[in-house]
């Protein structure tokens, strides 16, 4: 099973909203990873989760917050966002902090309105 | 200039051909090499995984790695209008090495295979 888990798929939300995008995985992978991708470019790296810490932040704003609850488990919190961030966002997990073979999510496609 | 260069193409052929993707790269530490295939609307998904100097081939894929020039390849062989998508290119480098745990992407080359 290679599967890694985004919810929710589709969501649009207004600037004075909070909400947060979850991801699963069940591999036993040790790191988590957060890409922001727009169209017709390659993902950026926002955030690496290595063994449940932080280990990288991309100078993301704080208006994104990540969350590693567990080592199955990756948040990421939404606030105050702008319609420049809308976005596909996605979840990666690898075995370790390597990121060799990183697995990705189908990805949660955000709308800032 | 960019640490991983790809041709963005896009790149159009007729079904039953060969296709050959390509990437350039500057940084030495890169020691991990990763192709990925990128649907419209959908996450990218690990077709091949190589490490070392030489080729890997799984199916009609066959993963090429120059170590010693910094250019790596992936061919498709007998391609289907199923490959059509966005194919990125993507490395890593070792511990202690610059981009250590950092995937850094190509730009991606858009396939087209019609039939």
């Known amino acids: 099973d290679t599967e890694v888990t985004q919810t929710p798929k589709h969501l649009v939300m207004g600037m004075t909203n909070k909400k947060s995008l979850k991801c699963e995985q069940h591999m036993g992978h040790r790191a988590m990873y957060w890409y922001k991708q727009k169209a017709k470019k390659p993902p950026e790296l926002m955030f690496v989760?290595?063994?449940?810490?932080?280990?990288i932040n991309e100078s993301v704003p704080s208006r994104f917050s990540p969350e590693c609850p567990n080592s199955s488990l990756l948040n990421l919190h939404l606030h105050a966002l702008q319609p420049e961030d809308s976005a596909l966002y996605l979840c990666a997990s690898s075995q370790t902090g390597q990121e060799e073979k990183a697995f990705f999510g189908q990805g949660t496609r955000l709308t800032v309105v | 200039q960019k640490e991983v260069e790809q041709d963005p193409g896009p790149l159009s052929v007729p079904e039953g051909a060969i296709v050959s993707l390509n990437c350039t790269y500057s940084n030495s530490a890169f020691q991990y090499f990763m192709w990925y295939r990128q649907y419209s609307r959908k996450g990218p998904e690990l077709l091949m995984y190589t490490y070392s100097s030489g080729n890997k081939e799984d199916g009609r894929f066959t993963a090429q790695v120059d170590k010693s020039s910094k250019y790596i390849s992936l061919f498709i062989r007998d391609s289907q209008p199923s490959d059509s998508a966005t194919y990125l290119c993507a490395m890593t480098a070792n511990a202690g090495g610059t981009s250590y745990g950092k995937l850094t992407f190509g730009q991606g080359t858009i396939l087209t295979v019609h039939p």
């Open positions: 989760y290595s063994y449940e810490k932080l280990s």
